[in-house]
């Protein structure tokens, strides 16, 4: 019989959804920067079409590089070069795609500058979210650790360095009195 721990799992597909949602809206935000969000050129129809897409290849790209898994335990340099892989993943899979959607896509004069700059910012976004919900977890973690007093006795130069290496220690749940 297989155990399934349904924390993690749904940790997990509440961390894949919110990392979609910035996808989208790096997506938007790309069209906008790139100058190619006009009324008369996309119609609100086209840009869905391409959010819907652009939604697919997020979901293949964030599968395939596991980037939903893991975020407290390996959100560091290993985490952001697995992010840029997912990103250059991202890029490659719409330049693949877009040419293969032929009449259904609105005409982008720069769809590469879109397309580059929806990997950048989406990229961005997602070690953002990592660096956030990193330091939220360090910040709840350690305002539930009980604190100890400690009284350090002298005043000369060891009580002083003493107090100092009690203080830079990196538990940080002792009070220096």
């Known amino acids: 019989m297989i155990f399934i721990d349904y924390n993690k799992v749904a940790s997990r597909w509440l961390i894949f959804g ?29 840009f869905a079409l391409l959010l819907a897409v652009n939604a697919a290849i997020t979901a293949v790209g964030m599968l395939l590089m596991q980037t939903h898994a ?72 350690t305002t539930r650790q009980k604190r100890y007093n400690v009284l350090i006795y002298g005043a000369n130069r060891l009580g002083i360095s003493t107090m100092r290496a009690v203080e830079m220690e990196s538990d940080r749940n002792k009070n220096v009195i």
């Open 18 to 46: 919110i990392e979609q949602v910035l996808a989208g809206f790096s997506f938007l935000c790309a069209f906008l920067i790139s100058g190619q969000f006009r009324p008369v050129i996309v119609t609100s129809g086209e």
């Open 70 to 141: 893991g975020i407290i335990r390996y959100s560091s340099f290993r985490d952001v070069l697995n992010i840029m892989k997912f990103a250059v993943l991202q890029f490659l899979l719409w330049m693949v795609v877009f040419p293969l959607m032929r009449g259904d896509y609105p005409r982008i004069a720069h769809p590469t500058l879109v397309f580059l700059l929806n990997a950048v910012l989406s990229s961005l976004a997602m070690i953002g979210f990592r660096i956030l919900i990193k330091e939220v977890f360090r910040l709840g973690k």
